[in-house]
């Protein structure tokens, strides 16, 4: 009996860990952005929007944005969508001048897990 008690709490482990939901174990990953990565705009953007695929804390989370000699380029308060919690908002407080830009970001989701990540998109007026 004393035996087959460690392989019952085993068993019993395992299916509880197989029923967790994948969502409470996972992190926010960034599903879509605009400006897209690797884009050309031929007009500066008015805002970047981040959409996870988890909720945000928008208080624990930052979007810095850098030009190309690495300077940053002043943006708003970060917002959190009315009727997306996993999309953030940071509108620019200035039109960008043409150049290639970088989009820093980490983020915690509700959960608490943190991520992290960056990407680039080019300006090219007409």
Do not use: C
């Not at 190309?68 to 999309?87: E, F, G, H, Q, Y």
């Not at 830009?101 to 915690?108: A, C, G, I, L």
């Amino acid at each position: 009996m004393f035996l087959r008690l460690p392989h019952l709490l085993t068993f019993l482990l395992v299916i509880l860990f197989s029923l967790t939901s994948p969502s409470v174990l996972a992190h926010a990953h960034l599903k879509q952005q605009m400006p897209a990565a690797e884009s050309s705009l031929t007009t500066s953007p008015k805002e970047i929007s981040l959409t996870y695929s988890e909720n945000i804390e928008v208080k624990f989370s930052k979007i810095e944005l850098l030009d190309s000699n690495n300077k940053v380029i002043p943006i708003d308060n970060l917002l959190l969508d009315a009727t997306n919690s996993a999309r953030l908002i940071a509108p620019l407080k200035t039109s960008l001048s043409a150049g290639q830009y970088t989009v820093n970001w980490h983020v915690v989701s509700v959960d608490g897990h943190k991520t992290k990540g960056k990407f680039q998109f080019m300006v090219k007026p007409d």
